[in-house]
């Protein structure tokens, strides 16, 4: 079998649907199974090409047994809709060409959040003639409105109808969520075409490590309780809550000791530092992105992991894949997500959930948890144990199971 993929993240970046698409291709390549990958140069989040790297019409590479092809696509930071829009339509047209390109696939599988690479793996399908599958990792344009980029409007409207047509015309639907399911379910997709595959995490790389004391005297961490957010400053995640957080701890006795690290990039990141020094944060410390096998270090730091989105009725159906790295490092959760997500959080025992957008009740938690070591104690053996449930070379071989059937299924 012959499986073409079409996604616009790929490593080097470091978000989750680059880790998801590789972390899945290289155990499908193990398994005997031949991988093309069409991506395009890597830039994700500042919207500029890292190092190594060209953005050109085509350049080629092996990573981990598999092809990779890059395409040129328009470049810009993650931020601004309109601008944002003319990268997901470059790189959609460009892959389209591109997999014209790629001898003998038997299925096509493109994953969202954005679904203009949806929009490439259904074209690719009709005229490869083999089945196209859509992993849908995000419910798309719902996730514009529900972070206030786009109010409803007639381009609104439009995306919506090519939403349900993609939906529609897919051979199989990937789901990273039961409510997602559920939700397409709701919207008249037949829900025997949908699978659910979580977001699970690659224990071989997400496993507990000694605290890194260098790196924590760098950053002037020493001795203190650190809880950290790792991941896209974007609109969705809300991280001005934790700087509100921030806020009342300096004023809190018993604060002083506890210190928020945010390390990543995004939309928001530079409104974020501004709003920090704005208000006088000496406990805040902000760390940019780095290699992705530098992030376990920044890891070790870390006595509790914040999760956080904005909170909106849309996010209750995501689980964001935080969720299963930190169970895999053994490192306690504080989980201001609502819904799915915080089901799995109170099910494993694992950590604590607040409400999103409370930053007095993240400041009380982080007091309370600084001074409870052994609570902390039993969250991180919880998570040990959880994180076997969520393997991500299990989840691997499920996707491979289901995309053979798919592609057997088209040849009878």
Avoid at 2 to 28: G, K, M, Y
Avoid at 208 to 226: I, T, Y
Avoid at 343 to 353: A, P, S, T, Y
Wanted: glycine share 8%; with cysteine.
């Amino acid at each position: 079998m012959h499986i073409l993929f079409l996604s616009d993240n790929f490593p080097p970046e470091v978000n989750a649907p680059a880790s998801r698409t590789h972390e899945h291709c290289r155990q499908w390549v193990a398994a005997g199974t031949q991988v093309t990958v069409i991506t395009c140069a890597p830039n994700f989040p500042k919207g500029r090409v890292f190092d190594g790297y060209r953005n050109r019409l085509w350049q080629q590479e092996t990573v981990d047994g598999f092809r990779v092809i890059r395409v040129w696509s328009y470049i810009t930071a993650n931020e601004g809709f309109a601008k944002r829009v003319l990268d997901y339509t470059s790189y959609m047209l460009t892959a389209f060409v591109a997999s014209l390109f790629v001898r003998r696939i038997d299925v096509v599988v493109a994953t969202s959040p954005q679904f203009f690479t949806a929009v490439a793996g259904w074209a690719v399908g009709l005229v490869r003639r083999v089945p196209f599958v859509f992993e849908l990792r995000d419910i798309w344009p719902e996730s514009i409105k529900a972070v206030g980029a786009m109010k409803e409007s007639l381009a609104i409207r439009l995306l919506e109808r090519v939403e349900l047509f993609l939906y529609r015309r897919a051979a199989r639907i990937v789901s990273v969520t039961e409510s997602f399911r559920a939700s397409l379910g709701r919207r008249g997709i037949d829900t025997a075409k949908i699978d659910v595959v979580t977001n699970g995490v690659d224990i071989s790389r997400f496993s507990p490590r000694p605290r890194d004391e260098a790196l924590a005297g760098s950053l002037g961490l020493e001795g203190c309780f650190v809880a950290g957010y790792v991941g896209t400053h974007g609109m969705a995640h809300g991280l001005e809550t934790l700087l509100q957080a921030a806020q009342r701890l300096a004023a809190t006795p018993g604060g002083d000791r506890i210190r928020l690290l945010l390390l990543g990039d995004g939309a928001r990141k530079a409104a974020l530092k501004t709003m920090a020094a704005e208000m006088g944060l000496r406990n805040v410390v902000f760390v940019d992105s780095v290699p992705k096998d530098e992030v376990a270090r920044y890891w070790s730091l870390l006595d509790v992991s914040v999760i956080h989105l904005r909170r909106t009725e849309l996010f209750t159906t995501v689980i964001p894949s935080k969720l299963f790295e930190c169970m895999g490092m053994g490192l306690p959760v504080l989980h201001g997500v609502a819904g799915e997500s915080a089901d799995i959080v109170r099910r494993e025992d694992v950590g604590v959930v607040f409400e999103p957008e409370d930053a007095e009740a993240l400041a009380r938690l982080l007091l309370d948890l600084a001074a409870d070591p052994a609570r902390l104690a039993r969250w991180r053996a919880n998570g040990l144990v959880a994180a076997r449930r969520y393997d991500r070379d299990a989840l691997a071989a499920r996707l491979h199971d289901i995309l053979r059937a798919t592609a057997n299924a088209a040849r009878a």
